[in-house]
C-alpha cells in the first residue's frame, strides 16, 4: 500500500460545478497535511494546509478525518483556472522535511 | 527578491554521459532539498543540504547520483553515466532554515530527458 494514495483522474468538470476529492494516507501518526496545485511542467505550489478543524479559502475547502486517515478538498464554483493537477502531502511525524507526496489528482474543467 | 533559480530548465543527455543540474536558493536561504517527479508520480525526496553539508541523503540512489552545496555557488545535483530511467523532472527547494512544512519554496525544475 502506498503511504500516500490519490485517484489519478482525471475530473472532467464542468465550469461553475463542485468537485471534490481524497486522499488516504497510511501512517496514522502523520502530523501534518497539504494540498499543492501542479501545473503542467510546473513547479508544486502550495494551495492550502490542512487542519484538524478542516480550514476554508474561497472557493477551497480542506477537511481532515484523522478515524478515516484521508484528507479532502473541496473546489467550489470551479473555474477554467482550477484545471491543474491536485498533489496531497503528508508530513509523518519522525521528519520536518521529507514530505510524502502522491501521485496528483488531474482535474480538468471544461467551459 | 528572485525566487529559487535552477538551470537548464531543460536537460537532453545520452545514455552514459553526464549530467549537472544547478540550483540557486532564494536570497537568505541555507538550506537546500532535491526531489525527483517520474512522469505521473509525486514527488520523491532525494537530498537535504545545507552550506557545504549533506545533511540527509536517504532518498538518493547509492550509486551515480550525488550532490553538493557549496559555500559559494549554487547547489549541484550530479549524475553520472545516465541511463534512460534517470529521464525526470527535477526539483529543487530552498528554505530559510530547517522546513517545517510549507516553507520550502520550488524551483521551475530541470527536466531531464536521457535519449
Known amino acids: 500500500r502506498k503511504e500516500v494514495e490519490q485517484d489519478p483522474g482525471p475530473f472532467n468538470v464542468p465550469e461553475g460545478a463542485t468537485v471534490a476529492f481524497n486522499c488516504t494516507y497510511s501512517n496514522s501518526a502523520s502530523q501534518s497535511f497539504f494540498w499543492y496545485r501542479q501545473d503542467c511542467r510546473k513547479e508544486p505550489k502550495l494551495l492550502m494546509s490542512?487542519?484538524?478543524?478542516?480550514n476554508e479559502d474561497g472557493r477551497f475547502t480542506a477537511q481532515l478525518n484523522r478515524a478515516s486517515q484521508y484528507i479532502s478538498l473541496l473546489i467550489r464554483d470551479s473555474k477554467l483556472s482550477d484545471s491543474a493537477t491536485y498533489l496531497c502531502v503528508v508530513n509523518p511525524m519522525d521528519s520536518n522535511y521529507q514530505l510524502i507526496w502522491g501521485a496528483g489528482t488531474k482535474l480538468i474543467i471544461k467551459p | 527578491n528572485a525566487g529559487v533559480m535552477q538551470n537548464p530548465r531543460h536537460l537532453v543527455r545520452r545514455r552514459g554521459q553526464e549530467a549537472r543540474l544547478r540550483c540557486s536558493p532564494m536570497k537568505g536561504h541555507s538550506h537546500v532539498y532535491w526531489y525527483r517527479q517520474l512522469p505521473e508520480e509525486g514527488l520523491k525526496f532525494m537530498v537535504y543540504l545545507q552550506k557545504e553539508n549533506i545533511i540527509d541523503e536517504s532518498g538518493m540512489p547509492k550509486e551515480r547520483f550525488s550532490a553538493e552545496f557549496p559555500k559559494e555557488g549554487p547547489s549541484i545535483l550530479r549524475i553520472q553515466q545516465v541511463v534512460r530511467g534517470d529521464s525526470a523532472a527535477y526539483f529543487c527547494?530552498?528554505?530559510?532554515?530547517?522546513?517545517?512544512?510549507?516553507?520550502?519554496?520550488f524551483g521551475p525544475g530541470t527536466r531531464l530527458t536521457v535519449t
Open positions: 490542512v487542519y484538524s478543524s478542516g
Open positions: 527547494a530552498s528554505s530559510p532554515r530547517l522546513a517545517g512544512d510549507n516553507e520550502q519554496y
